[in-house]
């Protein structure tokens, strides 16, 4: 069922175009990459005061308070433009293991952020000027840092094809894990 609806996506004229775009692609994946920057290095830039390993001295307010708007802009854009990036080839992206991998962890620092901002982060004027914020804090800090550089590893590890479903034989695990559909012999 799901595999029917993402070949018909990959089959609609707009995606075509999108994946066979002389211009119109390679801008839409830079801007990925680079809005993807902007998101990931405010993130570690808050994990790291989370942590208390830098910007000690700032107040976590006033810190959240100025990189916040960043990361959700950068959010944004890197959210629709890797939208467009998995409507160009839908059922290439749902069969990467990779790219499944990426999923769930994207899940986890969805949940993880989620946590944070509706625990700890809204006592934050409590602990806001301590050096070493409180336990739960560093925890999420360390979270995010962990699934972040997963997502990002696993991200580019997409370009490659080393488990594509077209490629056979492959040991049982991986088509199991990408959920390719193996003929029987």
């Not at 801008?27 to 942590?51: C, I, K, N, P, Y």
């Not at 989620?114 to 809204?122: K, S």
């Not at 997409?158 to 594509?164: E, G, M, T």
Request: proline share 6%; glycine share 6%; hydrophobic share 55%.
């Amino acid at each position: 069922m799901i595999e029917r609806f993402l070949v018909w996506l990959g089959e609609t004229p707009w995606s075509i175009a999108l994946l066979e775009s002389l211009w119109v692609w390679p801008l839409v994946e830079s801007t990925h990459v680079l809005t993807l920057g902007l998101f990931v290095g405010t993130t570690v830039m808050m994990d790291l005061r989370l942590l208390g390993i830098a910007f000690r001295k700032v107040p976590i307010t006033a810190f959240t308070g100025r990189l916040l708007p960043w990361t959700h802009i950068g959010f944004i854009i890197m959210t629709v433009t890797g939208l467009l990036l998995f409507y160009s080839q839908p059922l290439r992206y749902y069969h990467n293991l990779f790219f499944r991998v990426k999923v769930l962890v994207l899940l986890l620092a969805g949940a993880n952020v989620a946590i944070f901002h509706n625990g700890v982060h809204r006592h934050a004027a409590e602990w806001d000027r301590d050096a070493s914020p409180p336990r739960a804090a560093r925890i999420a800090g360390a979270v995010s840092l962990a699934v972040w550089t997963v997502v990002v590893v696993t991200g580019r590890l997409i370009a490659y094809n080393w488990f594509d479903c077209d490629i056979q034989p492959q040991p049982a695990w991986v088509n199991w894990m990408a959920g390719c559909p193996v003929p029987l012999r």
